[in-house]
């Protein structure tokens, strides 16, 4: 059988239509190119000239930032190839000079400082500012030589002089070129950071004031440091902080910037055991780093510091409440007496001790509470006190058996500091009457609680305490008007 070597009209047709399509294809691909994208330049100037050299650019020098990525850089290898704004990069070591040299360390930080500072501004005058610093410092000519105007673009060296009089038309740009020079000297890193608790205890519910410190290399406050601040076991805010004149919103966490004196000031509310403060910013490294691009021929670029993240904390213990615990004794026999009133004072023997929530403890009557002590025992407790603080209980009215050697202006009293989850144990003795007698008609006893008699007093107890006693003072009183009449 023979196979035929001509193809029949419909394959040849149909090959034919097919070179066709491709030859068109690839007529409309030579005809449009795929595009590059071009430098974009974002905030600066150009200077009316360019520096001399081999061959002479068409243009001035820009000196600001271009855009990459759509983020902001600024090039540090001088008169090299500008980026294109679709450049390709790769993380590179730290920032060398032009030359391939190491920078001096100060200089190093200063620019470490100054990207993490205005890396991102948005104010020509100093995206210029910055620009020429960058380049007086990466590309300073090592000698005279360095600046031969005979040099191709890949050797000269940065003309630092002759750019800044090509800045003199934009008299804001000079002056920020000092400005931030100035600014990197003194505030450069390495920074410290550190967060400082109140010298007081502090209590549930009830704020104090925190601060955050941020020194410079130089042991000084750096201000304007964007610090953020993250509570545990409290809350931040609800009331003005130092230097600020509104109250802050409560809150776990909260951004704000240190100071002229480089601190941050926030109130913290305690609401646990355990408050924490934690305090994150972002501060210069000591190096910068660079980003490299794929082609070698452009220009590196850098747009941070290669900044270091810093954290500090602080944390505190609550106070915990205290007790005291009052003995009322026989001065004679050491044995507890009972049905004496005591006030619960403070140091001063005649205002209120604090309860654990800061309030005092008063009775009905507005005067300190008092409780009476035990028969049995002749013992007293009183609990949920505030420590640290100094608590004196004081004899306002004495037991039977125990007036005589009892002298209202200097009754019987006992004092110590109670501290935080620990009892105080306070002593106070009475002197028995040797010969017993009666209670003159004219010499009414302190009201004070009467029935069953409790060995231990809370806080809230002793309030309703205070109510038995004006009910008392008010029995007592009644009986003296139903006796005079009679």
Not at 144 to 159: F, H, N, V
Not at 431 to 451: F, H, L, M, S, Y
Not at 466 to 478: I, Y
Request: proline share 9%; glycine share 10%; aromatic share 4%.
């Amino acid at each position: 059988m023979r196979w035929s070597t001509r193809p029949r009209a419909g394959v040849r047709a149909l090959t034919g239509l097919v070179a066709a399509a491709l030859l068109g294809a690839l007529s409309v691909t030579v005809a449009a190119p795929v595009a590059h994208a071009a430098k974009q330049e974002g905030i600066g100037y150009r200077t009316a000239e360019p520096q001399p050299m081999k061959p002479l650019p068409a243009t001035g020098n820009w000196l600001g930032s271009y855009v990459v990525g759509g983020q902001q850089v600024f090039c540090v290898s001088f008169q090299l190839k500008a980026p294109d704004s679709d450049e390709k990069y790769r993380p590179g070591d730290e920032l060398l000079t032009k030359w391939g040299t190491k920078l001096p360390a100060d200089q190093a930080a200063n620019i470490s400082y100054l990207l993490l500072r205005y890396g991102d501004t948005k104010k020509p005058d100093e995206a210029a500012a910055l620009a020429h610093l960058l380049h007086s410092w990466t590309a300073a000519p090592r000698t005279p030589a360095d600046l031969d105007p005979a040099l191709t673009y890949d050797k000269i060296g940065y003309d630092a002089p002759f750019h800044l009089r090509q800045l003199a038309e934009h008299p804001d740009a000079v002056a920020a070129v000092e400005r931030l020079r100035t600014e990197a000297e003194a505030n450069r890193g390495p920074w410290t950071a550190s967060v400082t608790t109140p010298k007081d205890p502090q209590y549930p519910g009830e704020p104090a004031e925190w601060t955050v410190t941020v020194k410079n290399a130089k042991g000084k406050g750096v201000p304007g440091v964007p610090v953020k601040l993250v509570a545990s076991a409290a809350t931040l805010g609800g009331e003005p902080a130092a230097g600020n004149a509104s109250p802050q919103a409560a809150a776990k966490d909260v951004t704000l910037d240190t100071g002229a004196d480089g601190t941050v000031k926030v109130k913290l509310t305690p609401a646990g055991e355990q408050p924490k403060l934690v305090a994150s910013l972002s501060a210069p490294a000591d190096r910068p780093y660079v980003r490299v691009p794929v082609d070698t021929d452009k220009q590196r670029v850098v747009s941070t510091g290669g900044e270091q993240e810093l954290t500090a904390q602080g944390v505190v213990s609550v106070a915990k409440p205290g007790k005291v615990q009052v003995a009322k004794t026989d001065a004679n026999t050491g044995k507890g007496v009972g049905g004496a009133v005591l006030r619960i004072t403070g140091k001063d023997k005649a205002t209120a001790a604090l309860g654990q929530d800061g309030k005092p403890l008063t009775g009905a009557d507005g005067k300190p509470a008092v409780v009476t002590t035990d028969g049995a025992t002749g013992g007293v407790t009183v609990d949920g006190l505030r420590a640290p603080q100094e608590i004196c209980v004081v004899e306002a009215s004495p037991p039977p058996g125990y007036t005589n050697a009892y002298d209202p202006k200097n009754p019987p009293s006992a004092c110590g500091t109670v501290k935080p989850g620990e009892t105080l144990v306070l002593t106070v003795v009475n002197k028995p009457n040797e010969v017993p007698r009666a209670i003159p008609a004219g010499d009414a006893p302190v009201a004070q609680a009467r029935g069953a008699v409790e060995t231990s007093y809370s806080v809230p107890g002793l309030a309703g305490l205070g109510v038995l006693v004006l009910l008392g003072a008010g029995l007592a009183a009644f009986a003296a008007r139903r006796a005079s009449r009679r």
